[in-house]
């Protein structure tokens, strides 16, 4: 499946919030692409375990917003 298949399933049925997923995606793409790199610079002036670090922290915001980060602010 190309990109063009994947972005369009994935905003399917999103409705008004189409924008905001659409740009969540073109977020998650750059980060895929950009993450590689910084933690390449983190590996070869400290090390490669040290450098590991940047994904843990990356999963952990993920566990993060889908337990808390995710749920709607509800307002008084």
Known sequence: MTIRGKHARARAELGPLTGDGSGYLVMAI???AILPVIQG????SVGVHHAFILPV????YIVYYAFRGSKPV???
């Open 74 to 76: 509800v307002t008084a």
């Open 57 to 60: 922290l990356c999963y952990l």
């Open 30 to 32: 750059v980060g895929g």
């Open 41 to 44: 610079y983190i590996a070869d």
